[in-house]
């Protein structure tokens, strides 16, 4: 008589300590989640931060991908890239028979369009939310729109894509042709990223996430400008011996961290956005050194395949990592 009830009670137990178990979870992951930085807030916040995720999910396998990565830089495509005397290719053909033409632009003209308009975002930000500039032209808080506090996150924002604007200008060489339409897209998207930083980042945040998000930029900023002079003197290298009408030709990249992995310039730009992460304590710039590790680690995929196929084995090894020395 009494086996039903035994049942009964043991399913209860087992009921009871699996609502323990939850519960416990619960509470650990809702206290993990209060150790967060803040996130952006409201629905639009949630979309944009989904957004993040699903940029952070795919970017690499796409980028790793040689039919679907970014066509720009040494992986443009070979009509635009040897397009001479035209701005515009032909791609494909459309209804009735018509060419579909792909607009071009110079390559330093297509790297311009990437970088100015987030170099612009961050200085502007920068400027109109400065105390003195607010109080000299009162007009500015009556703008629709908030101006965020400036922060140090945001004026390490505004360093890095100065610092990209200018090597454009007078560090890299250039030659070949880029779509307009990829060099637009990416240049928004940057804009877009400097804009959240500047709205994101904390006015004040601690000391020590300033001085280790400072420290880290600075490693970073240093480390991919030198490994940018590295190739640039490649370039000339390269020219100097086959002349500026001549074909290109691609030298195989030494010094550095050239001797450990394909894109050390890559490893050392996501120092910077770690740094500049750590400034801002805010969970999306997090979210956005993730979608930035996400998608150049799929670049330097790409450019280590490259290299290998450029280059003899005597030149460039086999075994040679792509990003993280010894890792990866």
């Known amino acids: 008589l009494l086996l039903p009830f035994r049942s009964v009670y043991s399913q209860v137990k087992t009921l009871t300590a699996l609502e323990t178990v939850t ?3 619960i509470s650990t992951l809702t206290s993990a989640v209060s150790t967060l930085p803040p996130a952006l807030p409201g629905l639009g916040g949630t979309s944009f931060t989904a957004f993040q995720l699903f940029m952070t999910a795919g970017a690499f396998s796409r980028e790793a991908n040689e039919d679907t990565r970014a066509q720009y830089s040494k992986f443009a495509m070979d009509g635009a890239a040897s397009a001479v005397d035209s701005k515009a290719v032909n791609e494909d053909v459309g209804p009735g028979g018509n060419a579909a033409v792909k607009k071009t632009w110079p390559s330093q003209v297509g790297m311009m369009v990437i970088y100015t308009p987030a170099l612009l975002a961050s200085a502007s ?10 109080v000299s032209n009162p007009t500015i808080a009556k703008l629709p729109i908030s101006i965020p506090q400036p922060s140090p996150a945001a004026m390490l924002c505004a360093i890095h894509f100065a610092k990209r604007v200018l090597e454009v ?10 779509d307009s339409g990829t060099s637009s897209m990416i240049g928004f998207y940057y ?16 000391a020590s996430a300033v001085k280790i998000g400072t420290a880290l930029f600075a490693i970073g900023i240093a480390g ?8 640039a003197r490649l370039r000339n290298s390269s020219m100097g011996q086959n002349g500026t009408g001549g074909k290109k030709k691609y030298v195989a990249p030494r010094g550095g961290m050239f001797e450990c992995v394909a894109a050390p310039h890559y490893l050392f730009e996501l120092v910077g956005w770690l740094g500049m992460a750590i400034a801002s304590n805010h969970l999306n710039v997090f979210l956005v050194f993730t979608s930035m590790s996400s998608y150049l680690a799929g ?8 290299n290998r196929k450029k280059f003899a084995a005597d030149e460039w090894p086999e075994d040679r990592k792509n990003l993280i020395p010894f890792v990866f």
């Open 299 to 306: 670049r330097s995929v790409a450019q280590n395949e490259f």
């Open 191 to 206: 804009a877009l990223i400097a804009t959240l930083v500047a709205y994101a980042g904390d006015p004040t945040p601690s």
């Open 125 to 134: 930000l920068l400027l109109l939310g400065s105390p003195d500039i607010l």
């Open 169 to 178: 200008l007078f560090l890299h060489k250039y030659s070949g042709r880029v």
């Open 224 to 231: 991919n400008f030198y490994h940018h002079y590295l190739l």
């Open 23 to 25: 519960m416990q979870l």
